[in-house]
């Protein structure tokens, strides 16, 4: 096989595993990146086990830094109802800080050219990609888009998500509590949105919520929302009173969204959430990303073996993607829907912590198996 370069624009878990992959197939890989490790990202956290053993073969250390062993979902009401349940596969508590740090580790050890650029734009031309960043100019064969939901480049290459707004804020934290179990993720809903929490390597629970723009919109700051909207449920209202904030203040980010988007847009190949973000109440986002960075990088070794045309590796990815993922994307959909709908919510919630089985059954079908 030739030696061919890659760029890969971002360095989250989509990028990074891509590079990893890559890297250790021969490929000579360059990273944009445009902030430095370890940083804090909003995330719930929780990643599904299914992406272990693919992890395992790229010696990816993730089980040596403590991660801690999820198998328990409680979900509750804004109003107090509540179920708990066992996940059928579960996952692992591990924060980004800690999760993105060791991919990039692993990623600089396979020889992964890191630059700390913002890429402002893409261009393609005779075969070969032209980037533009902060710093220059560079070109290579191959690019894969892996820089996370939305950025200016998506309104660069046109992409049509990108102009539609999106309703959904996100806002993280981390705290000290001193009983949150380890082997617990909880789902708590309220008005406009639900908050999830679950451990991490370093003892910390992680505190992540989804709201609509309109009803954070209606309070000054995260502070007051959390006491007049968040705090409304009492299992949220409970732990806040118990817990110690860690952050000065929370991260928090906008126009959160779960629009259709390509997967291929000039030529430049989506993985993560550049190609789709699943609603966050499935706890697979992550996993997802990891496993597209194995499409994306299984579909790009093959073809360059096979020497096949670049239409075939476009064609290919595209169609390995939507045979893992279509479903699931259209699931979380369904259950952001009926969970999180105003119109419905008291009445399928309640459906739900009628029937406990019902929620770990609809959530694992956002699920894979476990992935090689
Ligand atoms: C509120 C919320 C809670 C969530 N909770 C969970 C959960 O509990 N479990 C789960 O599995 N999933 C969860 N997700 C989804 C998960 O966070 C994402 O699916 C995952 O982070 C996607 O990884 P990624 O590599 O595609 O993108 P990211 O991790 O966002 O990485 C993209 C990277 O690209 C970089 N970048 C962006 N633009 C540029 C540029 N122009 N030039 C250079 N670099 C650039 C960014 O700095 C970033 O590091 C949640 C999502 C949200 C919004």
Redesign the pocket.
Known sequence: MNQKEVII???????LTAAIHLAKNDLFVTL????TYPHH????????REVLPYMESLEIPVLEHNPKMIDKLFFSTHNGKYLENSLALGGLGISRYALDTILYRKAKEQGVVFKH???HSISYNDDLHEIQTSEGTYKASYVLG????R???DNDLGREFFRKPSPWV?V?SHYHHESFPEYLVALHSFKGGYC?LSKTENEAVNV?Y?ATYESFKQHKNPEIFKESVLQRNPFLDRFFTEAEDLFDKPLT?AQ?SFSQKSLVEDHVIM????AG?IH?LC???????IHSAKIASESLLKHLQLKTDRKDLEREYVAAWKTQFHRRMMVGKWLQKILLNESFTSISQSIITKMPFLLPAIIKQTHGHAIN
Do not use: Q, T
């Open positions: 624009i971002g360095g989250g878990l989509a990028g944009f990146e445009k902030e990202k909003v995330c719930g956290e929780y990643l599904s650029e913002k890429v892996a820089y996370g939901k950025a200016v480049l996100a993280k999830g992540c989804l980010i959160v993985l993560g959430d550049a973000l966050p706890g697979n986002g992550m996993a997802m990303a």
